[in-house]
């Protein structure tokens, strides 16, 4: 059976499908069936082979230059249906923000994104939509990361956020990995546009997890040159280690050395994920 990954967002899930004999190549629009009904979707790469029998819903024809304009057609009635819909949401005075809006390619299904503090009772709106555009209705409440995903932006490092820009999942990040990175755990440093923890700290936390291993603990005794001492600071990126010593007339020294200077108890905890903040 030939197989290919299709998109329907441009930084969306990617989903199998049955090429149903199209020989279809990356970057190819095409026309698939979902249990939402008919969707226009991209390519995301040449379809293969693969020796299955599972079932996978099919692709029903490789886009048309018709289809491309029907689909620019769909994408003005998506804001307008926006736009109304926010103004049916503020009539029916419920605490929602309605993010999104998006037809199936068939029309048969409008789907609204919507953000709220808590739980809404949309009975009374959700009427209103159907009798307004009339077609199956769905509202889907989602949080800040998704809300962050669909509108875009740029984040403090002054690129394009990772959401919106390439990031299909959203993976798991935790106020460790901050700490483990030796970053002020000040929110406005470590959180996005969404509130929520920088998706990038996921990026290099391997990284620093596994040197960190090969460094003392903060708050413990190494022994260095100049005598005993304790772990004040690991500068994970330089490999040293920041010692504090005691002096004679109560006060303190802090000096800094190499890991191949100094000895330490090695340490014997795994690196964790906890604090999951999604």
């Given at each position: 059976?030939?197989?290919?990954?299709?998109?329907?967002?441009?930084?969306?899930?990617?989903?199998?499908?049955?090429?149903?004999?199209?020989?279809?190549?990356?970057?190819?629009?095409?026309?698939c069936?979902?249990?939402?009904?008919l969707?226009?979707?991209?390519a995301?790469?040449?379809?293969?082979?693969e020796?299955?029998?599972?079932?996978?819903?099919?692709?029903?024809?490789?886009?048309?230059?018709?289809?491309?304009?029907?689909?620019e057609?769909i994408?003005?009635?998506?804001?307008?249906?926006?736009?109304?819909?926010?103004?049916?949401?503020?009539?029916h005075?419920?605490e929602?923000?309605?993010?999104?809006?998006?037809?199936?390619?068939?029309?048969?299904?409008?789907t609204?994104?919507?953000?709220?503090?808590?739980?809404?009772?949309?009975?009374?709106?959700?009427?209103?939509?159907?009798?307004?555009f009339?077609?199956?209705?769905?509202?889907?409440?989602?949080?800040?990361r998704?809300?962050?995903?669909?509108?875009?932006?740029?984040g403090?490092?002054?690129?394009?956020?990772?959401?919106?820009?390439?990031?299909?999942?959203?993976?798991?990040?935790?106020?460790?990995?901050a700490?483990?990175?030796?970053?002020?755990?000040?929110?406005?440093?470590?959180?996005?546009?969404?509130?929520?923890?920088?998706?990038?700290?996921?990026?290099?936390?391997?990284?620093?997890?596994?040197?960190?291993?090969?460094?003392?603990?903060?708050?413990?005794?190494?022994?260095?040159?100049?005598?005993?001492?304790v772990?004040?600071?690991?500068?994970?990126?330089?490999e040293?280690?920041?010692?504090?010593?005691?002096?004679?007339?109560?006060g303190?020294?802090?000096?800094?050395?190499?890991?191949?200077?100094?000895?330490?108890?090695?340490?014997?905890?795994?690196?964790?994920?906890?604090?999951?903040?999604?």
């Amino acid at each position: 059976m030939q197989i290919v990954g299709v998109k329907f967002k441009s930084v969306g899930e990617i989903i199998e499908f049955n090429a149903n004999n199209h020989e279809i190549k990356k970057d190819m629009a095409v026309i698939c069936e979902t249990e939402n009904g008919l969707m226009f979707g991209i390519a995301e790469a040449d379809s293969r082979e693969e020796n299955t029998s599972g079932e996978y819903q099919k692709v029903v024809r490789i886009a048309t230059d018709g289809d491309k304009r029907k689909l620019e057609d769909i994408h003005k009635k998506e804001q307008e249906a926006l736009m109304k819909t926010k103004q049916l949401a503020k009539k029916h005075g419920l605490e929602m923000k309605v993010i999104d809006a998006e037809y199936t390619f068939d029309m048969n299904k409008l789907t609204f994104s919507f953000t709220a503090e808590g739980r809404v009772d949309f009975r009374d709106l959700l009427k209103s939509l159907a009798g307004e555009f009339k077609t199956r209705i769905e509202l889907k409440q989602i949080g800040a990361r998704d809300e962050t995903k669909i509108l875009g932006g740029y984040g403090p490092c002054g690129r394009q956020l990772c959401c919106a820009n390439h990031l299909r999942d959203f993976g798991k990040v935790s106020i460790k990995m901050a700490k483990d990175q030796g970053l002020s755990l000040n929110p406005t440093g470590i959180n996005g546009m969404c509130n929520r923890l920088l998706c990038c700290l996921q990026y290099e936390e391997n990284d620093y997890a596994q040197v960190l291993q090969k460094m003392p603990k903060l708050n413990s005794k190494v022994k260095t040159p100049d005598g005993e001492g304790v772990c004040t600071f690991n500068n994970v990126l330089k490999e040293q280690v920041s010692v504090k010593f005691i002096n004679e007339d109560g006060g303190y020294t802090i000096k800094d050395y190499s890991l191949g200077e100094i000895k330490f108890e090695k340490r014997n905890d795994e690196p964790k994920q906890q604090d999951q903040n999604q």
